[in-house]
């Protein structure tokens, strides 16, 4: 499965950006993902999401951020509201292995990863 990740840019604080992420090659896989990393820090979990929907964030976009999927069009979403300027990351969308369907925040247990996009909040 490959990923690609778009949407990010160069937003003011207080904005809303929504990233997506296609996937080619296959499709979704049962457990998606978007990660971040910012410049010095590590990579950090966002969100998360089954192909049942089920949906887990991490405590510091709890909120503000929704993560959804459209297995239809082979695509996941990250909605961004409120955005700060500690949000300015590189974004990751990531993919569990196909026949895993437990989510999971570390990022090792993800098998699949698009590129990045980024997301520059000024203040």
């Known amino acids: 499965v490959q990923l690609q990740a778009s949407g990010g840019g160069l937003v003011q604080a207080g904005d809303s950006l929504r990233l997506s992420c296609a996937a080619s090659?296959?499709?979704?896989?049962?457990?998606m993902a978007w990660f971040r990393q910012a410049p010095g820090k590590e990579r950090e979990f966002v969100a998360a999401i089954s192909r049942t929907s089920s949906t887990v964030y991490g405590d510091s976009v709890k909120g503000r951020y929704t993560i959804s999927r459209d297995d239809a069009k082979n695509t996941m979403y990250l909605q961004m509201n409120s955005l700060k300027p500690e949000d300015t990351a590189v974004y990751f969308c990531a993919a569990r292995s196909p026949a895993v369907t437990v989510i999971h925040r570390t990022a090792r247990s993800y098998t699949y990863w698009g590129q990045g996009t980024l997301v520059t909040v000024s203040s």
């Open positions: 090659g296959g499709t979704l896989t049962n457990v």
